[in-house]
Nanobody, 123 residues
Framework: QVQLVESGGGLVQAGGSLRLSCAASKSIFSINAMGWYRQAPGKQRELVATFTSGGKTNYQDSVKGRFTISRDNAKNTVYLQMNSLKPDDTAVYYC?????????????????WGQGTQVTVSS
């Protein structure tokens, strides 16, 4: 099982920056992909950014050029640097990890989620 601990959320003014951190209990070398999702009140959870073990990144169009996902393998941590924040970025942000778990019968992917961290951007 993978445990994810998120930190870095808070209250900022529009145009400000935050860096979210997600520390994994297992080496991220064993994780196929990691990413950040967010959910605003009354809305569905949506993808923000993903990072695969192959180094490929994907971003939601609304955050391209403003957000950057990165990792520190030595610390088993994935980061989300958020710049030029807008009020529309206000949401609970969740860290996600996909790990391939195997047995004698084969392998299957499993998703793990952090507890979420609140990001609030004021006008």
């Amino acid at each position: 099982q993978v445990q994810l601990v998120e930190s870095g959320g808070g209250l900022v003014q529009a145009g400000g920056s935050l860096r979210l951190s997600c520390a994994a209990s297992k080496s991220i070398f064993s994780i196929n992909a990691m990413g950040w999702y967010r959910q605003a009140p009354g809305k569905q959870r949506e993808l923000v950014a993903t990072f695969t073990s192959g180094g490929k990144t994907n971003y939601q169009d609304s955050v391209k050029g403003r957000f950057t996902i990165s990792r520190d393998n030595a610390k088993n941590t994935v980061y989300l640097q958020m710049n030029s924040l807008k009020p529309d970025d206000t949401a609970v942000y969740y860290c996600n990890a996909e790990k391939l778990e195997c047995s004698a019968y084969g392998c299957s992917p499993h998703d793990y989620w952090g507890q979420g961290t609140q990001v609030t951007v004021s006008s």
